[in-house]
């Protein structure tokens, strides 16, 4: 789990910094990763996500970005409907 922090604390750097491209593809390696829990990942995810639709909302990969973070967090709230409200 660390390293997929790692990554998304990378994407929020680089979104600031305004590299969208460098910012997703560190937001989208922190889901290729394995982890033992979706939660952490999914809530450092939404970090990432608020930064890139707040700087990048029309452009194809923040929406690329929110929509892998959207089904994550969806799948988590299949099997956990009570940890996101």
């Known amino acids: 789990m660390r390293v997929a922090d ?6 929020i ?3 600031r910094r ?3 491209d460098a910012a997703v593809e560190q937001g989208m ?3 290729d990763i394995e982890r033992k829990s979706l939660t952490d990942l999914v ?3 939404g970090d990432l ?6 700087r990048y909302r029309r452009e194809t ?3 690329d970005f929110h929509e892998r973070y959207a089904l994550a967090r969806r799948a988590l709230t299949a099997h956990r409907p009570d940890l996101l409200d």
């Open 6 to 11: 790692a990554h998304i604390d990378l994407g």
């Open 43 to 45: 809530n450092r995810a």
């Open 18 to 20: 305004g590299d969208l």
């Open 29 to 31: 390696a922190a889901f």
């Open 61 to 63: 990969l923040a929406k």
């Open 13 to 15: 750097v680089h979104a």
């Open 49 to 54: 996500d608020r930064v890139l639709r707040q």
